[in-house]
């Protein structure tokens, strides 16, 4: 593509899984994260001052979103900044809207005002899909039961409303190294690193192990991104996911069986949500019959790689 790529969010977890990607595909991208403060602490390998600009951008500041869009003048645009945590939405379901929807308003009116015309993913959620036991399809019906997957459904909504076209995808959990411990998989991980290095009791907390869910690598996820943006059809919304479920409860036994001493687990009521669904599981059909993307990390390998993330964070 002519100009360099954007990517909101690119100091989260997979945004800069994302610019690690797209850098190693010789690209030149617009990182944009939402503080000054947050941007040295991310670094992505292969990175140099020629291949990466860095800016501090708040999306819910429009003046400053024009501004540093017209600066980058990017000929596609990921947006993966947003409000990202499901359990936290429930406590302030305000601030979720107006950061994925707002956010996501001003986004598309800079584009439109700077005239520029590029392509812009959006990254929603799959929980915009009614709860479901089987596997879910992008013609699965909608109905979100939870604020976080209302405020990714309004997002949607309007990207798909709006005259700058849209490539929308539907990501389902994804996990792997750098991810933060507000999610299940990486707070296992973190503790069983801490117990390692004798810096926490010998007792894992877990919240509800019998729910089921589709995971994805975050590197398999961020190169479904990729793949959408290069052949991926505008206003036709994507899974991205891989496909099967796996219980939370063999997700901690394989990092249990990693850990290298004895860990007893105990539930801990403050880590179980408001709404749980039990099973959670989609299809990615389309995604493969258009770009021929399919995961190839096992579930295995992503939570090793997320285990010794944790183990070289703990012993700095």
Known sequence: MPGPSLITGATGFAGGHLLERLIAHGETVHAWGHT???????????????????????LLDRAAVREALDAARPSIVYHCAGFAHLQDAWRHPGRALQVN???????????????????????????????CTTAISEDSPIGPDNPYGISKLAQELMAAASPIPAWLVRPFNHAGPRQLPAYATSAFAQQIAEIEAGRREPVLHVGNLDAQRDITDVR???????AIAGSGQPSRPYNVCSGQTHSMRRLLDILLSLAQVRVRVEIDPARLRPSDNPVILGSHARLTADTGWTPVIPIE???????????RATAV
């Open 220 to 226: 398999d996820t961020v190169r479904a991104y990729h």
């Open 101 to 131: 929807v707002l956010g996501t308003h001003h986004l598309l009116e800079a584009v439109r005002d700077a005239g520029l015309s590029c392509r812009i993913l959006i990254t929603g959620s799959a929980q915009v899909y009614r709860p």
């Open 36 to 58: 000054a403060q947050s941007l040295p602490r991310c670094s992505a390998a292969g990175a140099t001052a020629d291949s990466v600009t860095w800016r501090a951008v708040d």
């Open 301 to 311: 390998q992503t939570l090793a790689d997320l285990l010794e993330h944790w183990r």
